[in-house]
């Protein structure tokens, strides 16, 4: 080590010398390195003697050993990390504990959900072959029946989980979102002008799309919706097909695309249970009012709905206002 270390401290001393140049030591030309020896008895490398030529024709050796340098070895590829366990490629439908009762429970909820789509379905068929139009309104009605029931049972069994969130979206585009203006495509056609009918019932499946989208990527209320839900909107529009089969064909187009703004309107719409709570004369008028007239009646309350989200828009607006 000390003789490595004098090998350092001459070779930086000769570096040096050629940095600073003639001008400043006096004979430093060159520094001539030659081949490198191995003593065979003792495995080192004996560095050669430096020999640092001057102008005066006096010279300077520089002598010492160094250990050999262990020879380089590639480094042999390293083999990927195996799991002793499979990948999971699969993700439980069902978080929580996994017993018999709950999946059971499970799949009576999922049940609800399929027999809606299945319900959708069927009302699309009989509405375009058939040409039933009332039939297939009955059907979205009891689309609309197994919907609200999928989601009270969820939450009552205790099994919600993410996937049935996506399956009821799912069967509520098909149900709601297509189903729903094909009927009334099936129920303005030979009315109204097809220019005008398709454009509005295809308003009506991309505002459901556009609806059921932003309800799964949106933070929950409780307490209001974000736009008219889809399911409502069906209800609407299957409830008009089935009471009022003469409305004039300008009056059903404007409520179908009344509808599909609605639902993509950002207003908010107060839930089923915070309309309960409303002053009991105020839920009996509707009552009264289906005995004298339930056609207009009914057509009173859609409309008090949809502008009850404006309404409270404003209300909410004007309440968070710096004063």
């Known amino acids: 080590m000390r003789r490595s270390g004098s090998l350092a401290r001459q070779v930086l001393f000769a570096g040096r010398v050629g940095r600073r140049g003639e001008g400043n030591v006096a004979g430093a030309t060159s520094l001539l ?76 909820v999922n049940a609800c959900t399929l027999s809606s789509l299945m319900l959708g379905l069927s009302a699309i068929f009989i509405a375009v072959n058939q040409g039933d139009v009332r039939a297939a309104a009955a059907l979205l009605i009891a689309c609309v029946v197994f919907d609200g029931l999928d989601g009270f049972l969820a939450r009552r069994l205790g099994v919600a989980s993410p996937f049935g969130a996506q399956m009821d979206s799912l069967a509520d585009m098909c149900s709601f979102g297509l189903a729903a203006p094909v009927v009334v495509y099936a129920w303005l056609n030979g009315s109204a002008p097809g220019w005008f009918l398709v454009p509005a019932c295809a308003l009506v499946a991309a505002a459901a799309a556009i609806r059921l989208a932003r309800f799964n990527v949106s933070p929950k209320d409780g307490r209001f919706f974000c736009g008219v839900p889809t399911t409502m909107c069906a209800a609407v ?26 639902m993509v309107s950002s207003f908010p719409y107060a839930k089923l249970a915070r309309l309960l709570k409303l002053p009991p004369w105020l839920l009996v008028l509707p009552v009264i009012g289906a005995f004298v007239n339930y056609r207009v009646t009914f057509v009173v309350v859609v409309l008090a709905y949809l502008i009850s989200g404006p309404l409270l828009w404003l209300k909410h607006r004007n309440d968070n206002q710096p004063a």
């Open 33 to 108: 390195v030659p081949a490198a020896e191995t003593d065979t008895r003792t495995g080192r490398v004996r560095l050669p003697r430096l020999r640092m030529r001057r102008r005066d024709g006096l010279s300077r050796d520089l002598t010492t050993l160094a250990p050999i340098s262990p020879p380089v070895v590639p480094a042999a590829p390293v083999a990927p990390h195996v799991d002793d366990e499979p990948a999971q490629l699969a993700i439980p439908l069902l978080p929580g504990e996994r017993t018999i009762a709950r999946r059971i429970r499970f799949a009576l």
């Open 237 to 262: 529009l299957a409830l008009g097909t089935l009471i009022a089969p003469e409305m004039p064909a300008a009056l059903r187009i404007a409520g179908v695309v009344l509808l599909g703004l609605a």
